[in-house]
């Protein structure tokens, strides 16, 4: 299993969101690169990265430093928010993204999900963020009577690989992922799930990894110092038992 830490930026700036609230943001002291910087020397492979400006707003408001950040990066990058039209998908992949994570775009236009699948495979992802089970679109802003599981099944077929799935009740609490939804998703063929809201203990990476989930995204539980990336990265290779 992959480890993806997260770098979400505001205003140019480090941030966290507790529960998807911009209202409950912690802002760290840290520019975006000193964040990749810090991940790629503890061992990181992967990084996952969100314009929350451009997901909240629907369009990139931070591309001027996410760029730069994705052209010195030799790691594998995702990045998502704000992404709804090809040629910010172009863009981003030309930057040296690894993939790029479609939102809001992927529920409200699905003709533009199936043109960028058609173009780019593999480099597409969605996010799914659910509020009690339901669809979150617009930064999480709005919640959809759309269900989460039934979501992916369809994204599945449209011939989407890999979907990151965010319960926002979680997000940014350190109070623990929702295993039960992750042993759901797992039984999902053909569609890689990544995990992200609340994974906030070794036990919980590992669990994730014995159930066959791809990735899990860690964010404030790296910030706060709640987990180390070098032991969580170990427990997802499988190398360091809990």
């Known amino acids: 299993m992959k480890i993806f830490p997260a770098i979400d930026i505001k205003d140019g700036r480090v941030v966290r969101l507790k529960y998807g609230d911009y209202q409950q943001m912690s802002v760290y002291d840290m520019a975006p690169s000193d964040a990749l910087a810090a991940f790629s020397d503890a061992g990181a492979t992967c990084v996952h990265v969100v314009d929350l400006d451009g997901a909240k707003d629907g369009h990139p408001g931070n591309a001027a430093v996410i760029e730069p950040l994705l052209k010195k990066s030799k790691l594998f990058a995702e990045i998502g928010g704000g992404i709804r039209d090809m040629a910010t998908i172009d863009r981003y992949l030309a930057a040296g993204a690894g993939r790029v994570i479609l939102g809001t775009a992927a529920l409200a236009d699905k003709k533009f999900l199936l043109d960028a699948i058609a173009k780019y495979g593999e480099k597409i992802a969605v996010g799914v963020d659910c509020r009690d089970g339901k669809v979150a679109v ?105």
Do not use: P
């Open 138 to 242: 617009s930064g999480w802003l709005e919640t959809t009577a759309i269900e989460g599981i039934a979501f992916c099944l369809q994204l599945r077929d449209y011939g989407v690989k890999t979907v990151i799935y965010t319960d926002i009740s979680r997000d940014g609490a350190l109070s623990g992922a929702n295993i039960d939804i992750y042993q759901q998703l797992s039984q999902i063929t053909g569609l890689d799930i990544v995990a992200s809201g609340g994974i906030s203990s070794l036990a919980e990476i590992k669990q994730l990894r014995e159930m066959g989930i791809a990735a899990a995204i860690l964010g404030k539980s790296l910030y706060s110092g709640k987990l180390g990336l070098h032991d969580a990265l170990a427990v997802a290779r499988g190398e360091k038992e809990v």
